[in-house]
């Protein structure tokens, strides 16, 4: 114990100063003179209309839109239009042959005006149903029924 300096002060648990964050220069310039680390940060969109992206913005568009995979393919029109033929000479409503192929009447809808991604098996149950080829070649050809 005779090792022991009475005049010697220990701080323990001392907090350790936040950063401090300034926006005016004279400060800044304070802290340069001073020797303190200091580092800036610019704000990408600070301070500029957000709504209006520049010219940076149209070209990243436009690179995008030229790499996009093209959406998929529609109905022929001829199939619509084979569709249709067959259904009217039938006379069914577009709901009886969607009740026969087990499948909504928006659907038969859509493949008539041509708006539907073709679906193969669809397109199958509907050649069944309507008598009608509706796939491949010489579309709108009557199938021998059995």
Do not use: F
């Amino acid at each position: 114990m005779s090792n022991v300096d009475w005049d010697s002060k220990t701080v323990i648990g001392q907090k350790a100063k936040a950063p401090k964050v300034t926006r005016n220069t004279n400060e800044l310039n304070e802290a340069r003179r001073t020797g303190a680390v200091v580092a800036t940060e610019k704000k990408i969109s600070g301070g500029s209309n957000k709504a209006y992206q520049g010219t940076d913005h149209q070209r990243i568009v436009k690179l995008d839109r030229e790499n996009e995979v093209a959406p998929p393919a529609k109905v022929a029109p001829s199939v619509g239009r084979a569709m249709q033929a067959a259904r009217m000479e039938m006379k069914l409503s577009q709901k009886d042959v969607a009740q026969k192929i087990n499948e909504k009447p928006s659907v038969l809808q859509d493949y008539e005006a041509g708006k539907a991604v073709p679906n193969p098996q669809i397109l199958a149950k509907l050649e069944r149903v309507l008598a009608v080829k509706l796939r491949g070649n010489d579309i709108g050809k009557k199938l021998e029924t059995k």
